[in-house]
């Protein structure tokens, strides 16, 4: 989820690349892309007809595209006393990401928690 020891021209290509939204209703031509999804559906037992939300009724998977790659913007911290929690310290974050990203997966990645922070820093 985390890249790292990309090339310039690499980070470039990537930060302009979209990647469609895995949905039951997307048609992708036969391709690498079609098959990457194949195989990450096929690492979960799944298989793109299965991606249907059953219920409520009339919901389903958006159809759309997200950035392959994104960057944080405006990010600040601090840590201050737990107004809450006497004797400890609290840390705020604060950023900016583009629509459709998570900002879990920022937290994740900032707080080590991601299981990709091993061997890349």
């Known amino acids: 989820m985390f890249v790292s020891g990309l090339t310039n021209d690499e980070t470039s290509q990537l930060a302009n690349?979209?990647?469609?939204l895995p949905s039951a209703r997307q048609k992708l031509e036969e391709g690498p892309l079609?098959?990457?999804l194949n195989n990450v559906l096929a690492e979960?037992?799944?298989?793109?007809?299965e991606l249907r939300v059953k219920y409520p009724r009339d919901s389903f998977f958006s159809k759309g595209?997200?950035?392959a790659l994104f960057r944080v913007g405006n990010l600040q911290a601090s840590a201050n006393d737990d107004e809450?929690?006497?004797r400890r310290q609290k840390f705020s974050l604060s950023f900016d990401l583009p629509r459709g990203s998570y900002a879990t997966m920022v937290v994740k990645r900032l707080s080590g928690l991601s299981g990709a922070l091993g061997d890349d820093e």
Not at 17 to 20: D, G
């Open 65 to 67: 595209q997200r950035a």
């Open 84 to 86: 809450l929690y006497p």
């Open 44 to 49: 979960e037992g799944l298989e793109q007809r």
């Open 17 to 20: 690349t979209q990647l469609p």
């Open 34 to 36: 079609a098959d990457m």
